[in-house]
RNA sequence: GGGCGAGUGGCGGAACUGGUAUACGCGGUGGACUUAAAAUCCGCUGCCCAAAAGGCUUAUGGGUUCGAGUCCCAUCUCGCCCACCA
């Protein structure tokens, strides 16, 4: 008998497969289509590991379980090949990017190849082939015309390492994304491209898509709207005016000085001779303070300009702040500080004694209404854990507890006995009472003693039910009385010096509990509530002209420039005017030319401008100079799922038809980009359908996030750390490509990260082993007999069953255990030699194991006498008919509990009188009813359990 | 601080809409084959009890239900993302 060889029958189906180019499409097909595809990888030296194949693998065993459904399934590979790394690697060597790139991506291939993977290579896509990136420079012509590339000059994240600007995506807490360095801001001139202008749409469209929620979450906090109103404050005794955003309007009255961002282009001419210096000092600092210093010092820190500004809705003077808590890039870079409701505010004015005005008291203070009394505290009985004694203590959502009685005086402690007793009593339902786990440091007012009590406790909580007798309540606001603070009161109680409760609880209450509540010290507009005044008196600042409704968002334009020789160029150039002018159409693409020097340098500008020759052209006659910058790598990766579609075409970027016959990408996988990739497509999408290029506004249908496969002590795979697993190592360990393959898959569910386990391979090549040794033993025989058709039939078809529907919901690592369930099955059933129960059986076998290995998988059918491939055959069918079972064993529960089990024949299992009638003669069920009543019987037939209720 | 997700054997994990918890694999262990080992094959393997019977068990506490890993409330722990966004 011929024994499992992994490393001859792979190699034989790899040769097959491109020979044969098994896996190119085309459009023109009458099966419905699946466009499957991972996200394209950068091409890095160091090749890839174990971790990297994991997508690559999900995306191989989807595109063949369709392909075997009978789709048109195209699946592509291609490579990013732009970027920082291979620059600087050829900084570091001197090797030119275009050729250690085609030697990563060979290797790649290789490496690619050896997995078996199904990949139609026509179809190859590079973003760094002039082919590809001429087209990149076409659609940003596009963007230009349309307004959507822009330049401003502005603050900028600059990496002094890598000497180029950075989008903010590509800023990891305050560090460079690629080189770790910290990041600082720099005045420069840089491309942008408008995404703000389908910020709308972007989110809106969200609600719609087949995506992870978790990746979901992150793109609507990443774009982050917020809905408020901007507001002009007049500089006093001048006609200069200071625009906010807010989207609190209707704290107005509260604002009692504003804060500039040192960035602001206002601040100089708000100082005077007195504060000049100091300001400038403070913004010079503020503006010198990486990203990772400012974020550090958490401290308020800022300067009085020395300017005042009136506040329009009380016409009061308020003092102009400079402060680097405020930020220039988020709404107008400047604020309206209402201290008394807002924390930073708060903080703010605490530290450089500035006014706090109330302009909304909080529900739960001092409102002695019983919805708010419900809502905002809570009943709690406190345990004294040395005697396991209680105290009462009604709790105020301002971070201490304040007695309640109720019966017991308040500090008293009590038997457990006496709390039920009590609350029984007073009418108070107890749901539950139950422990919290570990100790809690509480202050309260200690009634009886007349002073506040610091204790540490662990609180028993108990929840009031919704209907509290009137009399009880009545009671409980008389007992209730003394202890309502105003805000006021509060803020004096908290901030006493003998009083440890400290700010920082009175503030969390606030920022919790107090932004919402009735208006108060605002004029007209007292006695009603925050929430539904806002658009009151938006439109009350709107009638003085100094305000109106406005959305901001979170995201800002995204910053395309860079500084870098690798990378796509821009096809702009500048006349002697330093006028701004697009590169024709007709002279795309703008090539990146061979140079020798590829440091770049201090200046601001990409090793390019030390190209002279290059740097000239001529458009329509006259001479121009070239912008030296290229684009971000994540304008290349932005189109290329639509090239894929359309990947040889010199004439446009692509064909519509094409396109629109693939597209959206059916499913789309990978672990990385959930936020700055996966929003940028959706842009370029939209901006193309606008232009009429596409039929389609979204360019992914389902995306699957797959989980990092980490080494085997659970740290990231990394060459630094020396953890890195090479797939081929495993290959050519004797494993083979399929038991990788099924491996990878079966470790976990795919959406989840996992630790890669030396040992578990092995346990996955016993099983592929076990499946040829299955069918070899079939093969090898001569006579027919085997095991019993019947049950044959029934695993065969639970099988299939089952396989389909865990792939139709992405569960790889079930439908491979139920193939392993088949194969056990098998096993026991023993075959020695031909039947037609038996050929079938191993077939749908093989074919269900295809998708995940395809070598193991074509070798065998074509051992079982096929000359045609798996794809062509088809996925197995089930018939229901085989599942139902002859006898069913009936459950039987006493109270909930197992207490027995036994088999009837399925017919009788319908019956329910019947099954009753069995399960009470059950000797272990008599065993537990006899002596007592039966309340009630439940049969689930679907389940065939039966639960026999006794008391 | 905010948002999202997750806690099930020694380990990775299974249980689709509430219905026999621990499928499948790893590891462990006993046996067969072998002079021996590897490979392979066949058992056993959540915990407590000598075994049977029984009891306990899906982070902790409680609720709803005939019945809860699954639903609800609270608490704890871990992970990821965002983080002075007005």
New binding site residues.
Partial sequence: MKRYNPQEIEAKWQEVWADGKTYEVSDKADRPKAYVCEMFPYPSGAGLHVGHVRNFMIVDAIARFYRQLGHNVMRPFGYDTFGLPAENYAIKTGLPPQETTLTNINHFREQFKRMGMGVDWSRETNTSDPEYYRWTQWIFARLYEKGLAYQAENFQWWCPHDKTVLANEQV??GKCWRCGNEVEKKRMKQWFFKITAYADELLDEIDNLDWP??IK??QR??I?R?E?AEIEFVVKNTTRKVR?????PDTIFGATFMVL?PEHPLVSRLTNDKTRKAVGKYVTEAMRKTEVE??E??Q?TGVFTGSYAINPATGEPIPIWVA????????????MA?PAH?E?DYEFAEKFKLPIKQVIRPLVTGEKNEDAIRRNVISAVVKRPSDGKFLFVKWHKFGWISPVIGGIDPGEAVEEAAVREVFEETGYRT??I?????EVEKYFFAENKGEWRHAISQPV?L?LTEETPSAVSAAEKKIQEPVWLTHDEAMEQVTHPDNKIGLDRFTNGVK?YGLEGTMMNSGAFDGRQSSEVREDIVAWLEEQGVGKSKT?Y?MRDWLISRQRYWGCPIPIAYDAAGKAHLIPDDQLPVLLPKITDYQPDDSGRSALAKDKKWLKVTIDGQEMTRETDTMDGYACSSWYLLRYCDPKNAKQAWDKQKVDYWSPVDFYVGGDH??AHLLYVRFWCKFFADEGLLGFREPVKRLLYNGYINAPDGKKMSKSKGNVIDPLDIVDQGYGADALRVYEL????YE????W?P??I???Y??L??VW?VTQEYLAASSAKGGDPADLLKAQHSTAKRVT?DLHRN?F??A??AL??YV?EL??LKTSGFSPEWQEALETLVKLLAPFAPHIANELFEQLGHSESIEEAGWPKWDDSYLVASEV?V?V?V?????A?FSVPADTAVDEDEIKKLALSQE?VQ?FVSGKQVV?T?Y?A??H?I?I?VK
């Fill in positions: 990891e807490g929620e978790k979450t992150m906090n990443w982050g917020s408020g906010v955003f807010t989207t609190r961002a400012r974020q010092n958490k308020k680097d808590y405020v930020l220039a890039t988020y709404g107008e870079g400047a604020i209402v807002d930073r749901r539950f139950k422990k919290l786990g570990g909580l929840e919790n901001t979170r959930a936020v079966f470790i976990g569910p989840l990260d996992a630790a386990d040992r578990g092995g346990g996955v016993r099983f082993n076990r040794t529907e569960s690592n079930t491979i255990a392993m369930e056990n096993y026991k064993e459950v529960q109270n909930g509990k197992l207490r089990k272990n065993n009630k439940i689930i679907k389940n359990l639960n209720v």
